[in-house]
């Protein structure tokens, strides 16, 4: 049995268009970059330890896979996790505008006897956004709980002209490479007879 080791409703949604029955976990992992740590480091060790504590709450489950994922953006080398407030959202979306920033997302997929994991990186070109644009989206209130406080499937669309990579993977979990990391486990993904889709 699949779990998805996650508090976030977008991942339980992307997971579900893949067309797996799953559970889910709740776990929550301290998200700190350690100094000197790569940002592809950082996001693939979350990940790991997001499905490592899921792991731990369903070790005794014969058969037990858990998936955990962690996205995070980049800009200059600097990881901008989810705004604490308004005001850093604002300060994220300030050095965003007018950039060409990068989405890490790493999903780990683990059972008691494997571990598989990936990260996607995809470049995401953003407009240059005017005080009013920013003040307006942070109003939203879509900035809080979204790394690097926007998120392409809502009011930042109109902001993001083109993206290489994953759009998917840009929404917190990357579907293609989630579902070759499943196959390994045995786990089939298929289009869902109902529902999973926008
Ligand atoms: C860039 C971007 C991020 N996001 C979201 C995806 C993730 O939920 C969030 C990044 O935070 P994460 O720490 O990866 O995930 P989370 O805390 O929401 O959930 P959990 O750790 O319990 O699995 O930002 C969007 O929804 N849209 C976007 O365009």
């Given amino acids: 049995m699949l779990h998805l080791a996650s508090k976030s409703p977008r991942?339980?949604?992307l997971l579900a268009r893949l067309g797996v029955d799953f559970g889910l976990l709740d776990v929550?992992?301290?998200?700190?970059?350690?100094?000197g740590?790569?940002?592809?480091?950082?996001v693939a060790r979350v990940a790991r330890e997001k499905a490592g504590a899921g792991l731990l709450r369903v070790v005794a489950v014969p058969g037990a896979v858990v998936l955990?994922?962690?996205t995070e953006v980049v800009l200059d080398d600097e990881v901008f996790g989810k705004p604490a407030d308004a005001a850093q959202a604002e300060a994220m979306l300030r050095r965003l505008s007018g950039r060409t920033h990068r989405v890490l997302t790493a999903v780990s997929v683990v059972s008691?006897?494997?571990?598989?994991?990936?990260?996607?990186a995809t470049d995401v070109v953003f407009a240059t956004l005017s005080d009013d644009d920013i003040a307006d989206y942070v109003a939203s209130g879509e900035p809080m709980g979204r790394a690097g406080a926007y998120a392409i499937q809502g009011g930042a669309?109109?902001?993001?002209?083109?993206?290489?990579?994953?759009?998917?993977?840009?929404?917190g979990l990357?579907?293609?490479?989630?579902?070759?990391?499943?196959?390994?486990?045995?786990?089939?993904?298929?289009?869902?007879?109902?529902?999973?889709?926008?």
Wanted: charged share 25%; no cysteine; proline share 7%.
């Fill in 11 to 13: 991942r339980r949604a």
């Fill in 28 to 35: 929550d992992v301290p998200e700190l970059r350690a100094p």
């Fill in 37 to 42: 740590e790569s940002p592809e480091g950082y």
């Fill in 68 to 70: 955990g994922s962690d």
């Fill in 112 to 120: 008691a006897g494997r571990e598989e994991s990936a990260t996607v």
């Fill in 157 to 171: 669309e109109r902001f993001i002209g083109r993206i290489a990579g994953s759009y998917s993977g840009v929404m």
């Fill in 174 to 198: 990357p579907l293609h490479e989630t579902a070759g990391l499943l196959r390994g486990f045995g786990i089939h993904a298929r289009t869902p007879r109902s529902g999973g889709g926008a």
